[in-house]
Structure formats: C-alpha cells, structure tokens
C-alpha cells in the first residue's frame, strides 16, 4: 500500500497564519525609530478622538478609548497594509448609535453590553467571511454608496451636536427632523456661553488645520476651548451651563464578555450585515487609498481576518465596533511610518497615556467636544467626488443622493443596504439590455469588413448578428425581444460571440430552444468564434448537441460556406442584390473576406 504524501511544513503558506512574515523582512531600526515616531504621534491625536467618537456612538467616553488600544495592536499584526490604523471612527460610532438605541438607553451597562456583542458577531462575520475569500464583496458597495452615506452621516454627526454646541435644549434621541424641528423652534433659548466656547473651539480647529497642519488641529483646539470654559468659569461649577466630561478611570480595559443569549441575538441580527459591510469597506477603502501612495498590493481577504479578529479580541477587552481610521491612518503614513509597528505601536502608547493622563479629561466641555465634532463632520464630506459624480454621471447621483436622504429619515443600516441594492440593480439594469446589433459586410471597404446596414438592404435569409455582453439570465428577455424585431423563425441566424463571456443555463436554454425553433421553421442557429467558458458550460449540459457541434465555428467564412451548402438554391433565385460574396448569385467571386471582427465593448463580466 503507497504512503500518502505529507505536505512538507515549508510548503504551508505561514503568512496567512502569522502576517508580520509578510513584512518583517523591511524592518531595520530605522525603521523602527521612525514607526515610534508615529506610533506615538497616532495615540497623542486619538485621545481626543476617541472620547469624541465614543460620545457619539452613545458610549460612556473611555470606552472610545479602550476601542483604541487592543483591536489597533491586534488588526496591524494580522492585517497586510503597512499603513491601516483600526479603532474607533465616526461612521461606525453613528450607526452603532442608531442600531442600539432603540434597544437601550445610550450610556447605561445594558447599552454597553449590547455594544460589545454587536462587535464580537461583527468580528466573527468578517472573520468568517475573510476564511471564505469573500474580499470581492467590498466591491458591489459602490463609491456613489459610500460618499452618500458618509455625507448624511457628517450632517447627522453636526445635527446630533446642536445640543451641546447651543446650549438648547434638545430632547435626547430625537432623530434628524425633529432635532431640526425644535432648533428652528427655540433658537431663541441657546446659551451665550456655550455658543462662546463651541465657536471658539470651532475657529481655532479650522485656523489650526489650514496654518498648522503638522499640528493634531484636534488636540490644539480642545485646549483652546478648554481654557476659554475655564475662563468663564473658573470655579467649574457649571453655573454658566458649561458642563463637563466625566472623569474617566486611569485603568487598563477591563475584561468583558458579549451576552450571546436568544434575545441579544434576536435584537442585534439584523444591523450585523449593514455594519460589518460598512466597517470592511471602510477599512479595506483606506487600505487601497495608503496603498496607492506607498506603493504596496493589499490582500483584501487578510485584511477581512484582520478586522475580524481585532474586533473577536477587542469585545473581551470593553472595545466596540473598530474599523479603519482615514485620519488616523493618513496621519500615520505622513508622520513617516514604514510598518505595521507604528499602527501596533499607537495602541501601545495610548494605553500608557491613559493610565497618566486619564483624570484631566474631566476638564473637557461638551461644548468644546461639540465644536471638534462638527469640524470632523464638516470633513467627512468629500466636495470634490460629489461635484465630479453631478457632473459625470446621472445613475450615480441618484445612487449618491438615495443614500444621503436615506441616512437622514431612515435608520442607517438601512441606508447602506439600500445603497447597495440599487448599486447592484442599476448594474443589473445595464447588463441586463447587451447591444445585439446586425451588421453586413460593407462593400465599400478593402476587405469587407463587416458594419452596421445603414440605408442598405439585409440578406432575408442569413443575418449576423453581434452580441456584445453576457448571455445570463436577466439578459435573456432582453436578447430575445431584440431578435423578434430583427429576424423571423425562418431565418439562418449567425451569432457572433467573441463578446459573450459568460453563458449561464438560462441563456444556454435560450440558445437550445432558438436552434429548435428554427430548424422547426426551416432556418437554423450558427455560433461563431464562441469563448472556452461558455463552450464548456454548453457541452457539460448537453445543449451543445441540442443546438448541433456542426453549427459551431471559428471564422464567419466558414460559416456563410457551411450555410450556403445546406440552404434551398430556390431561395435566393430571386435575390437582386446579394450581400454575401459567397451567395450563389453574387457577381464576383473573389474569396471570403478576412474574418474581420470590430472590437467590442462588453462588460467584464466572468463566469465562476
């Protein structure tokens, strides 16, 4: 009996087990040195950051924070960009925010606890779905999508701040017509003091930003406004309205475990998809965008592990939903960053700055951390791609502009995966109507090359006919209706497919029944120049027997010769003006032309 062969250790591809194999080999201690650097200019911008982010997602601040620390060390070691940095970030925090606040007050453990069982289901499907190689799914969420969304959100961010940038007081949980609503009905009621600080954190964040920009423009406004609230109130007793964060404990992240019972999971299922698809493309978006600067090819699939055991971890260590940061990651990469080290590194230093640092957060008014978050809304909306999809494209406005009022007036789970369903029905709607065009040799060209008929006669007996697209089933209605009006049963129909790069059973029954058809009416199905993925789906199925191997070709020429044998000569006795050379009653025989084919523009569409 023959041993079966072992695969030898040195075969396994050990860098989808432990990725750092991937880019060890760059580190140097230059390299280090300069991964520090940026390691500890990251934590130095996301304490801000993080607290507000946190305060949006409805969390009590530190947990903003702790999503800072283990999921960031753990996505950069499994992950395959040189630049991502995971953690907390504004369009995961909102929709956090609308999923879970239906199901508990914001704030309270019983929201907390939620929040942590949303990231460890969140973590275990993009976990599962990196296992399966289902990177590719990133791609039916289109820009159109993403732009939308991210702009409702950025207005959604600003609007939810109105609050604490005013002093008005708006009910809590109000969604975005109401916030609206009851702003315009009681602006009178802000709050001179508040307004004082929130603008004056709001002007020197963007003075920062423009003239500063090495500058973390987060940081040096906070401090601003922070010292503005202290002025107006040095004592800190909120006697102006100016209220404050609450201390947050100088602790490392406590332990924590998800609640997987019937109920949570009956509550959390249904906002698992929207916010796993929304964080993966956030983060696998980021990703490409670091990449095309440095240079580097990402593995979709890695970073779909990634982000899922980041999130697996960080639900036992009181972190929620983590994703990529395209501040923090842009930041990362300008502050001179060659490795994942940095990103690992940033969580490293955020946890040590915690622990020094944490008790003077307490000196942060919401009115300061209401003009931060509305400068990072303001920046959340991308001027320049909306004005180029207006401009360029009619179906992706009306993608972009759908999503951006479905994330105002509707949940914003529900938005994405709006988005998404009309992105993939708009290209259903494109692939679904191939250009099928009828052409004739042209008899004013060198070689009669084949074109369309413009105001010259068709043969009534043979007709070749173009399809430029996939034969699939949403096509198949389309294709057939067009044929209707372009020949009748009797006809000999030639269909030319280098175009067709997929044929699916539907259109392979479509085929097999147009050959039956004809036969039955004394005409007959030709298939020329048809591509090896179709050909094999239609011998596997037995349709190529069905539609006859003698009807398939590799050139046109031969083709019109096999027709002409086997077509009635009484049919084309009273044919005045023949349109094929090889045609019996044609005036001169000078040969086939070449096999000349103009170029196709079908989509890149292929069969698995």
Not at 99 to 115: I, K, N, R
Request: charged fraction near 10%.
């Amino acid at each position: 009996m023959r041993r079966a062969r072992l695969t030898p250790l040195s075969a396994v591809d050990w860098r989808r087990f432990f990725p750092p194999v991937r880019w060890w080999h760059r580190v140097t201690p230059a390299t280090v040195r300069a991964d520090l650097i940026a390691g500890l200019t990251g934590a130095i911008v996301v304490l801000p950051q993080g607290v507000a982010f946190a305060a949006i997602a409805g969390m009590p601040p530190v947990y903003g924070l702790y999503t800072g620390m283990i999921p960031a060390i753990v996505a950069a070691l499994f992950g395959s960009s040189w630049h991502l940095v995971s953690g907390p970030t504004t369009a995961a925090s909102i929709v956090l925010y609308s999923l879970l606040s239906f199901h508990a007050e914001p704030g309270t453990a019983p929201y907390v606890q939620l929040a942590i069982s949303m990231t460890f289901l969140v973590g275990l499907t993009q976990l599962a779905l990196g296992m399966a190689r289902m990177g590719v799914l990133v791609n039916f969420v289109s820009h159109a999508v993403v732009i939308g969304f991210t702009s409702g959100a950025a207005l959604l961010i600003a609007t939810n701040q109105i609050r604490h940038f005013t002093g008005v007081p708006i009910p809590k949980n109000s969604d975005f017509a109401q916030t609206v609503t009851f702003f315009l009905q009681h602006a009178q009621d802000f709050n001179p003091h508040i307004v004082t600080v929130s603008v004056a954190t709001l002007l020197a964040g963007v003075i920062c930003r423009r003239l500063l920009p090495r500058i973390p423009y987060m940081v040096l406004a906070l401090a601003i406004g922070t010292g503005l609230a202290w002025l107006l109130d040095p004592t800190l007793s909120g006697a102006t309205g100016i209220t404050r964060v609450d201390p947050l404990p100088a602790s490392l992240p406590p332990f924590s475990l998800p609640d997987l019972s019937w109920n949570t999971l009956h509550a959390l299922a249904p906002g698992v998809v929207a916010v796993t698809m929304l964080a993966l493309t956030e983060a696998i978006s980021i990703a490409r965008a670091m990449a095309m600067r440095s240079g580097q090819v990402i593995d979709a699939d890695q970073e779909f592990i990634a982000q899922g055991v980041s999130n697996l971890v960080g639900s036992f260590f009181s972190a929620y939903v983590a994703t990529g940061s395209f501040n923090r990651s842009g930041l990362n990469y300008a502050s001179g960053a060659k490795t994942p080290i940095a990103a690992a590194s940033a969580g490293l230093f955020l946890i040590a700055l915690v622990t020094q640092v944490a008790e003077m957060a307490s000196y942060l008014p919401h009115a300061a951390m209401a003009g931060v978050l509305i400068l990072v809304a303001w920046g959340l909306i991308d001027w320049h791609h909306i004005h180029h999809i207006l401009r360029t494209s009619r179906p992706e406005t009306a993608i972009m502009v759908t999503t951006f009022l479905a994330t105002l007036f509707f949940n914003l789970e529900s938005s994405i995966l709006f988005g998404v369903m009309l992105s993939v029905g708009l290209y259903l709607a494109r692939t679904s109507h191939p250009n099928v065009v009828s052409r004739i040799p042209d008899p004013n060209h060198p070689s009669r090359r084949f074109a369309v008929p413009v105001d010259r006669p068709e043969c009534p007996h043979i007709r070749f006919v173009w399809i430029e697209g996939s034969l699939f089933f949403a096509a198949v209605g389309a294709i057939r209706s067009r044929l209707e009006t372009m020949t009748d049963p009797s006809t000999h129909l030639v269909i030319v497919a280098p175009g067709i790069n997929c044929i699916d059973l539907s259109g392979a029954e479509f085929l097999a029944q147009e050959a039956i058809l004809r036969r039955q009416n004394g005409g007959g199905l030709y298939l020329v120049r048809v591509k090896e993925t179709p050909q094999t789906l239609l011998k596997r199925g037995g349709y190529l027997q069905t539609i006859g191997e003698e009807n398939f070709f590799g050139s046109k020429s031969a083709a019109l010769q096999a027709i002409f044998s086997r077509l009635d000569s009484k049919r084309c006795q009273q044919c005045q003006h023949p349109i094929f050379q090889e045609c019996p009653r044609a005036t001169t025989t000078e040969g086939a032309q070449p096999d000349t084919i103009p170029p196709t523009s079908c989509p890149a569409v292929t069969c698995t």
